[in-house]
């Protein structure tokens, strides 16, 4: 039974526009989330993240907003760029990360 | 600074046969964190070390997986006998203190495919 999902597969944007990436959780004692990148051939990166006790955290073009009572997350990233076409994976990490199952993101010039 | 490599990229195994996945960390990364993902699904934790040390195995499947870490350097992961359910990437990650999770240096994966 997945703890963090994520219900889009995939999300097509256009260069320069704004890709919102979402995430859900079911475990209310969840408190520290994060994003992680991934492109082929390679292993995660971690991209950014946000304690529970924040509800926007923000990096350069990205940012997370956190929504506890929702229990829902959501990425960001302003504007995009080809170069950001690749596998974001939310997760949490309570006494280990739990990822979701990731969201394939391409950014067409 | 090299970063986390995992041998081999790639093995095709048939079921039943044995199969031993690397793992380098980064050199001085106590911390060291098997991972899988099946088939396009959500990167499951397997095990943690610290040094030599089992700090976490609660995600290994069953008792046909084994993980090592002798010496507290390179991990061995062994999956006898392999079966198809166990196809999928195996990624290795390390860090050089336990955190939660943004410090972890992932390698490139391990491609596993059982027939």
């Known amino acids: 039974d997945q703890q963090v999902k994520q219900n889009s597969p995939s999300l097509s944007v256009q260069e320069g526009r704004i890709s919102i990436l979402n995430c859900d959780y079911t475990?209310?004692?969840?408190?520290?989330f994060l994003w992680y990148k991934k492109y082929p051939a390679e292993g995660p990166t971690f991209l950014i993240s946000i304690s529970s006790i924040k509800d926007k955290n923000e990096d350069g073009r990205f940012t997370v907003f956190l929504n506890k009572s929702a229990k829902h997350l959501s990425l960001h990233i302003v504007p995009s760029q080809p170069g950001d076409s690749a596998v974001y994976f939310c997760?949490?990490?309570?006494?280990?990360?739990?990822f979701g199952p990731g969201t394939s993101l391409s950014v067409i010039p | 600074e090299a970063g986390v490599t995992q041998f081999p990229s790639h093995s095709v195994i048939e079921k039943g046969q044995t199969v031993t996945l690397r793992c380098d960390p980064i050199s001085g990364h106590d911390n060291l964190y098997w991972y899988r993902r099946v088939m396009g699904k959500e990167i499951k934790f397997l095990l943690h070390f610290v040094k030599e040390s089992k700090q976490d195995e609660s995600g290994m499947p069953n008792n046909r997986f084994l993980a090592e870490r002798t010496g507290g350097t390179y991990s061995t992961l062994k999956v006898q006998p392999a079966e198809l359910e166990d196809s999928g990437v195996y990624f290795c990650a390390s860090s050089q203190e336990r955190d939660r999770g943004e410090t972890q240096y992932f390698g490139p994966g391990t491609r596993l495919l059982v027939l």
């Open positions: 997760a949490t990490s309570y006494d280990k990360v739990i």
């Open positions: 475990n209310s004692m969840f408190d520290y």
